[in-house]
């Protein structure tokens, strides 16, 4: 059973940064996606960045391109979210989520329809 578990959420300042972590276990994820969305109260949870487990590919939303780095560390199992020059916007609960289908189907999903597994979330907040 692949377990993932968020850290490093918190409070910061307009133009602040922080740095999301997703430890995973259970499985080895040489085949999956792995990424991060965020969900904003009355909101739906949107896409905010993927990694391809395999080759380090990123992807990144168009909101958080140039602000925001994904990163995994193979040696770890862990996937990480740099995120600088935050803006109250950015402001959620953000959730790691992996997809174990990405390599059979050649994927790199944006849908959170698409991710099988889930963490429990890590509320960040972002004052002006």
């Known amino acids: 059973q692949v377990q993932l578990a968020e850290s490093g959420g918190g409070l910061v ?6 740095r999301l972590s997703c430890a995973a ?13 965020r969900q904003a109260p009355g909101k739906e949870r949107e896409f905010v960045a993927a990694v391809r487990w395999s080759d380090g590919n ?8 140039g602000r ?7 040696a770890k199992n862990t996937v990480y ?7 109250p916007e950015d402001t959620a609960v953000y959730y790691c989520a992996a997809d174990p289908r990405s390599r059979v ?5 944006y849908s959170f329809y698409d991710y099988e597994y889930w ?8 004052s002006s």
């Open 13 to 18: 300042q307009a133009g602040g940064s922080l």
């Open 119 to 126: 963490g429990q979330g890590t509320q960040v907040t972002v």
């Open 81 to 87: 979210l740099q995120m600088n020059s935050l803006k």
């Open 105 to 109: 189907y050649s994927r790199i999903s």
């Open 58 to 65: 990123t992807y990144y939303a168009d909101s958080v391109k």
């Open 25 to 37: 276990s259970g499985r080895t994820f040489s085949s999956y996606a792995m990424a991060w969305f």
């Open 68 to 74: 925001f780095t994904i990163s995994r560390d193979n």
